[in-house]
């Protein structure tokens, strides 16, 4: 059921305020919002989690998704989460596909489509004292299990890296898993623990990049000796050749973490310091050579940066909206798809903007309840289609998380 226009008007003035619709064309499109239905529904609550993995199958008919029956807290070790996936050719239809307990609010259990295959679907399970990555025929049922957890997948589906979610669950809780706890929870720096390679096909997994290595490359101006440090949001480039992660640590005594974004070849040599600006935030690549991410530089926006140590760092365009989000670029890299954090009246925005003519389309305005606050809120994470004419959102507006589906089609197809 498709929803009617009342149940998102487009950006207010109170939204306008916060800076988030400065861009020249935002509330022109007020009239001419996209059609979007729930694909999922109650009474359990359901969503995707992040950003920029596959969620469609090749024939865009199946999206994946989660299934719980609570909200508004931690998840333990023993609650599980339901993997399936919807048939949007029937009915939405829930296909339950399986469960596991390694799964947090902010990336699940990293339920994917696996690259390159029409059939294969990965997420990560616990077994006994180690985390796994299971790897799901939809259609045979047939299961095989890698002896690692993964994070993100190589464009070919092969190979994977993968960081310590148990560390990730004591330094960042929301993104790690609870359930196995960190043995390195006292150690800053710790040898044995940092960014693995995991072969999909054999299993066999190696330490490319510890971080007690990271931590003696030089960060100027700050003290790396007395800081705890960690890895997150890992991402494959486009041709495999190159994958990105953001090093994070906390300082001792200070009151936030501080970021640089890296780069490195598939088996851990070349590693280039891309962004020391301190707040590097989301990022996605947009070819082999460049990313896309937002930063800090002369002011806070989205910039893009070449995959060159000391390369060159471009503002994506004034017309952009410069608050943080979950950036991605569509099928042609014409289009960048991204969305708000809560404005004042806790409304997130997903919106369009459209390269070369420097406009913002927006695609709606989603009420975040208050009680979705810390690690356990809701934030829309808008993916794409394979084709890239529908968008999908995890949204808690119509009460409890579900997933929604926004047409896209005529606005591409009209280039805005």
């Known amino acids: 059921m498709y929803l009617t226009r009342r149940h998102f008007l487009t950006t ?9 619709c400065a861009a020249s064309g935002l509330q022109a499109a007020e009239n001419t919002l996209p059609p979007v239905r729930a694909i999922t529904r109650g009474p359990k609550f359901h969503w995707f989690a992040y950003y920029d993995k596959l969620q469609f199958d090749p024939t865009n008919r199946y999206a994946l998704g989660m299934e719980v029956e609570f909200e508004h807290r931690s998840p333990t070790a023993e609650d599980v989460v339901k993997v399936g996936m ?4 029937d009915g939405d239809r829930w296909i339950e596909l ?5 799964w947090c609010w902010q990336q699940g259990c990293m339920l994917q489509w696996r690259p390159g295959s029409a059939d294969e679907v990965l997420y990560n399970d616990r077994e006994g004292d180690r985390y796994v990555c299971r790897i799901l025929n939809v259609k045979t049922r047939a299961c095989r299990t890698v002896p690692r957890a993964i994070y ?6 092969r190979w994977a890296v993968a960081t310590d979610l148990r560390r990730l669950a004591d330094t960042r809780p929301g993104y790690g898993y609870n359930g196995i706890p ?4 006292d150690v800053l720096a710790p040898q044995d623990s940092g960014i693995w390679r995991v072969d999909l096909e054999t299993g066999r997994q190696e330490l490319l990049i510890s971080l007690a290595d990271v931590a003696k490359i030089p960060f100027p101006d700050r003290d ?5 440090h960690w890895f997150n949001h890992l991402l494959v480039n486009p041709d495999g050749t190159r994958f990105e992660f953001l090093h994070r640590f906390q300082e001792a005594d200070a009151p936030r973490r501080v970021t640089r974004m890296f780069t490195a070849a598939p088996d851990g040599s070349d590693l280039r310091v891309i962004d020391t600006n301190g707040v590097t935030s989301h990022f996605i690549w947009r070819d082999p050579q460049h990313i896309l991410a937002w930063s800090k530089q002369a002011k806070p926006g989205f910039y893009v940066f070449e995959d060159k140590q000391g390369g060159t ?3 994506v365009g004034p017309g952009m909206p410069t608050g943080d989000g979950h950036c991605t670029y569509l099928p042609g890299n014409q289009w960048v798809l991204c969305d708000s954090y809560p404005d004042r009246n806790r409304n997130q925005n997903p919106y369009l903007y459209h390269l070369p003519s420097d406009r913002v389309v927006p695609l709606g305005q989603f009420h975040l309840p208050k009680e979705y606050t810390g690690e356990w809120r809701c934030d829309l994470h808008p993916r794409f ?22 047409d896209i089609s005529r606005i591409v197809a009209s280039g805005g």
Do not use: F, M
């Not at 399986?98 to 390694?102: C, H, P, W």
């Open 152 to 157: 993100a997948v190589s464009p070919d589906g």
């Open 224 to 228: 790396l000796s007395r800081a705890k």
């Open 385 to 406: 289609s394979r084709d890239g004419r529908s968008v999908t959102i995890d949204s808690p507006h119509q009460g409890g998380r579900q997933i929604y589906l926004i």
């Open 12 to 20: 207010s003035a109170a939204a306008c305020a916060t800076g988030w």
């Open 86 to 89: 919807i048939d949007l050719a």
């Open 98 to 102: 399986g469960q596991s307990t390694a």
């Open 182 to 185: 960190d043995p390195n929870q």
């Open 313 to 315: 760092v471009e503002l």
